[in-house]
Every structure is written in C-alpha cells, then in structure tokens.
C-alpha cells in the first residue's frame, strides 16, 4: 500500500471532522475573542477552513516562502467559510490520491522572510502541518464554541452536547 493511501482515510475522517464543526460557526459571532491576545472566532475559523489548502501547497510546490505581505483568508459568513473548505478538501484529496511515495518523500522547505522555518519529506509535511495543525486548531475552535453557548458534535466521539441527547433518548 503507498503512503498516499495510507494517509486518506485519516485525511478524509479529520476533514468530515472538521467540516462538521464549522458548520457550527455562528454567523454574527465572527469578531468573538475569549482574550486579546487570541484570533477572533471568524480568523480562527477561516484558519481551519482554509488548512486543507497548505495541502495542496505541499502537493504541488517544493517550497513556500512566506514574505509577511500575505493576506489571510476573510469569509464574511459560515457558507462562504463552508464553500472554501468544501473546495480545498476536493482538490487535496486528488492531489494526495495520486501522489507517489516518491512524490511524498521529496523534501518540502517553508521558509518566512527567508529564513528557514522546516524542512521535510512532504509525507512529514502532510501529517504535521496539514492534519495535526488542524487539529490542534479545530480543538481550539471547540472552546471558543463552547464560550459561546454554540452545541456542537464531537470529533472522536459523542461530545457532551450528544450526550445529553443519547442520555435523554435511553432514558
């Protein structure tokens, strides 16, 4: 089995994952931050939503320079936030489903006003800065969910607003 094979059944569970949780963005609630250091709840947001798009970066690039001048991606509501991510997720997949190992084992290096941040294979790249990066922030976008009274379904399990929903219909 190739390493692109490997990782898609884990790419597709974490994005349905993901994609369930941003359909819980609350339009309106966009500029919420739980402290002001923090991203607002819409940057957050349109963080993990565009994540799958570092993916096709990976797959298609052999290096990413970062100058500082970029402009973040904004989605004025959750539908626009939705069709963005429906659209990255649909481009990874295919690309990560006719990657080779060979393709995957290529060095893949960020770098940030010309200073290196990383390099690695584009496998390593995949699972750290893809799936795991999403992760960490779509764990953050829970809270900042839950701070704001938003029900939401779990990732890995039933979440404590599913069980009240299974404890009622068993009781």
Same mark, same amino acid.
């Given at each position: 089995?190739?390493?692109? =094979?490997? !990782? @898609?059944?884990? &790419? $597709?569970?974490?994005? #349905?994952?993901? *994609?369930? /949780? +941003?359909?819980?963005?609350? %339009?309106?609630?966009?500029?919420?931050?739980?402290?002001?250091?923090?991203?607002?709840?819409?940057?957050?947001?349109?963080?993990?939503?565009?994540?799958?798009?570092?993916?096709?970066?990976?797959?298609?690039?052999?290096?990413?320079?970062?100058?500082?001048?970029?402009?973040?991606?904004?989605?004025?509501?959750? =539908?626009? !936030? @939705?069709?963005? &991510? $429906?659209?990255?997720? #649909?481009?990874? *997949?295919? /690309? +990560?489903?006719?990657?080779? %190992?060979?393709?995957?084992?290529?060095?893949?290096?960020?770098?940030?006003?010309?200073?290196?941040?990383?390099?690695?294979?584009?496998?390593?790249?995949?699972?750290?800065?893809?799936?795991?990066?999403?992760?960490?922030?779509?764990?953050?976008?829970?809270?900042?969910?839950?701070?704001?009274?938003?029900?939401?379904?779990?990732?890995?399990?039933?979440?404590?607003?599913?069980? #009240?929903?299974?404890?009622?219909?068993?009781?």
């Amino acid at each position: 089995m190739s390493i692109a =094979q490997t !990782l @898609l059944p884990e &790419f $597709d569970q974490e994005m #349905k994952s993901t *994609r369930k /949780l +941003l359909e819980c963005v609350p %339009d309106g609630k966009f500029d919420y931050k739980p402290h002001e250091k923090s991203m607002s709840l819409g940057q957050l947001a349109a963080h993990v939503g565009e994540m799958p798009s570092y993916a096709i970066g990976t797959l298609t690039l052999e290096r990413l320079d970062f100058t500082g001048n970029e402009k973040p991606f904004a989605p004025a509501t959750r =539908q626009e !936030l @939705l069709d963005a &991510f $429906d659209n990255y997720v #649909k481009q990874a *997949r295919e /690309l +990560l489903s006719k990657a080779s %190992d060979e393709d995957l084992a290529k060095v893949w290096t960020l770098t940030y006003k010309g200073q290196q941040i990383f390099a690695m294979p584009r496998a390593a790249v995949l699972r750290s800065m893809v799936l795991s990066h999403l992760i960490h922030h779509r764990g953050q976008l829970g809270v900042y969910l839950r701070m704001n009274n938003v029900e939401f379904p779990g990732m890995y399990g039933p979440s404590a607003d599913e069980m #009240k929903k299974w404890d009622a219909a068993s009781a």
